[in-house]
């Protein structure tokens, strides 16, 4: 996920309590920096300040941050010669969303209101995948003319 111009996260959604993957493809990146790090925290105050060295490699600077309970979390980034990157003094500030406890048991019962909805979005899941798989297979053969055709046997 692409949320600002060189900053990038593994997964859809930033979520409380889980870990995140970091890259960052900014200035110092571009600037071939030796060495990186992000400088976080979480809240308005940036609680639980911390900072990390990130690893450089070909997809820019990378770090995983594990996403502590709270409503944001807050970063810059700063070089070996102290020197920040922090979004023109607004620091990078993302929103982080509680987890999703839809389908947690409590108490012997799902917290799903029906329980075969799981069941039925897991079959039509498995549908689509298969005509996924269909289309990518089979395509490319009919378009090529690469394909048998059977012959009747008379």
């Known amino acids: 996920m692409e949320l600002l111009k060189n900053i990038f996260f593994n997964t859809d959604k930033l979520v409380q309590n889980s870990t995140v993957k970091?890259?960052?493809?900014?200035?110092?990146?571009?600037?071939?920096?030796?060495?990186?790090?992000?400088?976080?925290?979480?809240?308005?105050?940036?609680?639980?300040?911390?900072?990390?060295?990130?690893?450089?490699?070909?997809?820019g600077f990378q770090t995983e941050l594990y996403l502590l309970e709270s409503n944001t979390l807050n970063f810059c980034f700063k070089n070996e010669n102290n020197e920040w990157d922090n979004n023109n003094s607004e620091n990078y500030i993302f929103e982080l969303e509680s987890p999703c406890l839809d389908l947690v048991v409590k108490d012997g019962v799902y917290g799903m209101d029906r329980s075969n909805r799981l069941r039925k979005s897991y079959i039509w899941?498995?549908?689509?995948?298969?005509?996924?798989?269909?289309?990518i297979r089979y395509i490319p053969k009919l378009i090529t003319g690469n394909y048998k055709r059977k012959i009747e046997e008379r």
């Open 125 to 135: 899941s498995k549908k689509i995948r298969i005509a996924v798989y269909k289309l």
């Open 22 to 59: 970091v890259s960052y493809t900014g200035k110092f990146f571009e600037e071939d920096c030796n060495e990186v790090y992000i400088h976080y925290g979480f809240g308005e105050n940036w609680d639980n300040l911390s900072e990390i060295k990130m690893e450089k490699t070909e997809l």
